[in-house]
């Protein structure tokens, strides 16, 4: 009963460096999303995706890539770190609207 | 620009006691608000969520009232319990198409003290 996977738990980088967050799902949900947590700032909407084939931004989209690779997986891509970029991320998935099912995170350092 | 505060940051409230932890937006489209709980290395649980068009839902310890003209919602639990002890996060709902865009408080970090 694995719901929400998210890989790795978690990475330092050096700025500049690549990385690519992974997530996967296995509730048959259509939508995933990916949020940042920072203290102070709660959790804050990166992109979704609404249904296999579909990528949105959400809130704070800037220096981050994503892809729904089919209708389990939607990965996070960081393609050159910046020390902004550390928090923790946090996918989700849904099958019905607004309950959302978290992973347990990915706590992202950037030296 | 802060569309859902949750203005305290902490709450110690002793076992047995009421627990009510608050929650205010300023978007008047959000139309779905839901209470997510999260412990440490963990990630938010769903707790509770209740639609516009009720101001009162009730599951088991836990109630969230809504107050669409003050725009204010806030979730009792009764009695508090220690397993309660976490942070607890407030969201809004405007849905988009098929997908819904959860904006969320910044949260409370609730202790239930023996």
């Known amino acids: 009963n694995a719901g929400v996977t998210q890989t790795p738990k978690f990475q330092v980088l050096k700025t500049g460096q690549s990385m690519t967050l992974q997530c996967a799902q296995d509730?048959?949900?259509?939508?995933m999303y990916w949020y940042r947590q920072d203290p102070g700032m709660g959790l804050r909407l990166i992109y979704y995706?609404?249904?296999?084939?579909?990528?949105d931004k959400g809130e704070v989209p800037n220096g981050y890539n994503v892809s729904r690779l089919n209708k389990r997986e939607f990965s996070l891509r960081l393609e050159s770190a910046a020390p902004s970029q550390t928090s923790v991320y946090f996918c989700?998935?849904?099958?019905?609207?607004?309950?959302?099912?978290f992973g347990s995170g990915t706590q992202l350092s950037v030296l | 620009d802060q569309q859902v505060k949750q203005n305290s940051p902490s709450l110690s409230v002793q076992e047995g006691r009421i627990s009510i932890l608050n929650c205010d937006y300023t978007?008047?489209?959000?139309?779905?608000f839901l209470w997510y709980k999260k412990y440490p290395a963990e990630g938010p649980t769903f707790l509770i969520s209740?639609?516009?068009?009720?101001d009162k839902n009730e599951d088991g310890r836990f109630t969230v009232f809504l107050n669409k003209s003050a725009k204010h919602l806030s979730l009792h639990i009764v009695p508090s319990q220690p397993g309660d002890s976490a942070v607890y996060f407030c969201?809004?709902?405007?849905?988009?198409?098929?997908?819904?865009?959860?904006?969320f408080g910044t949260g409370t970090r609730l202790q239930v003290t023996l």
């Open positions: 989700a998935s849904t099958g019905v609207f607004e309950k959302l099912f």
């Open positions: 509730m048959n949900h259509n939508s």
């Open positions: 995706s609404a249904s296999e084939g579909t990528t």
């Open positions: 978007n008047s489209m959000f139309d779905y």
């Open positions: 209740i639609s516009s068009i009720k």
């Open positions: 969201a809004a709902s405007e849905r988009t198409g098929t997908a819904s865009k959860l904006t």
